[in-house]
T-cell receptor, first 113, second 116 residues
Framework: AQSVTQLGSHVSVSEGALVLLRCNYSSSVPPYLFWYVQYPNQGLQLLLK??????LVKGINGFEAEFKKSETSFHLTKPSAHMRDAAEYFC???????????FGTGTQLKVEL | EAQVTQNPRYLITVTGKKLTVTCSQN?????MSWYRQDPGLGLRQIYYSMNVEVTDKGDVPEGYKVSRKEKRNFPLILESPSPNQTSLYFC???????????????FGPGTRLTVT
């Protein structure tokens, strides 16, 4: 069965430090991959998506993610964390022609001074 | 402005009292979906609709009903709510750029439901 795993339910970084949020998928066919962000008391906002074009995807707010087929991964990174990045981040996967997103369990990012 | 709206945003109710959460989109999307979000479980799909009068179960449909009588609206109905349906609910509307691309989902702001 296809699934997505986010390692680390809570990640804490210092302001200015590298942000790395991990996402691995399990699929027998090439998936489409998404990262969503949820700020406190708000809905989900799309950060970026991979749809089989460039493997390095740039998103909003300085985030990017790299699709690595050999590692079945789609980790989210940002070179320098800012306080406003504190939120919950969800990795999600879908497949061509499918209307369903399968979500990971989320990673809560905390940014400390 | 393209958007998905949900009402109400917050709801506290008692066990067994029927309720409806409305969802509306203004993007003329054919596909719509309902998810629930629970701590440690991420978002799980409840029901989805591929078009007017076409709906199907997602991963966690028990205790829920939906209807799709108009393209823009996709209400979620809890006929006899129970405490285990206390959750944060999201409606999503799906764009379909082309047959070879993934659907991009637009989410509503969420409805926080508490069933006592």
């Amino acid at each position: 069965a296809q699934s997505v795993t986010q390692l680390g339910s809570h990640v804490s970084v210092s302001e200015g430090a590298l942000v790395l949020l991990r996402c691995n998928y399990s699929s027998s066919v090439p998936p489409y991959l998404f990262w969503y962000v949820q700020y406190p008391n708000q809905g989900l906002q799309l950060l970026l998506k991979y749809t089989s074009a460039a493997t390095l995807v740039k998103g909003i707010n300085g985030f990017e993610a790299e699709f690595k087929k050999s590692e079945t991964s789609f980790h989210l990174t940002k070179p320098s964390a800012h306080m406003r990045d504190a939120a919950e981040y969800f990795c999600a996967v879908s497949w061509a022609g499918r209307n369903k997103l399968t979500f990971g369990t989320g990673t809560q990012l905390k940014v400390e001074l | 402005e393209a958007q998905v709206t949900q009402n109400p945003r917050y709801l506290i109710t008692v066990t067994g009292k029927k309720l409806t959460v409305t969802c509306s989109q203004n993007m003329n999307h054919e596909y719509m979906s309902w998810y629930r979000q629970d701590p440690g479980l991420g978002l799980r799909q409840i029901y989805y609709s591929m078009n007017v009068e076409v709906t199907d179960k997602g991963d966690v449909p028990e205790g829920y009903k939906v209807s799709r009588k108009e393209k823009r609206n996709f209400p979620l109905i809890l006929e006899s709510p129970s405490p285990n349906q206390t959750s944060l609910y999201f409606c999503a509307s799906l764009s379909h750029p082309s047959a070879s691309e993934a659907y991009e989902q637009y989410f509503g702001p969420g409805t926080r439901l508490t069933v006592t």
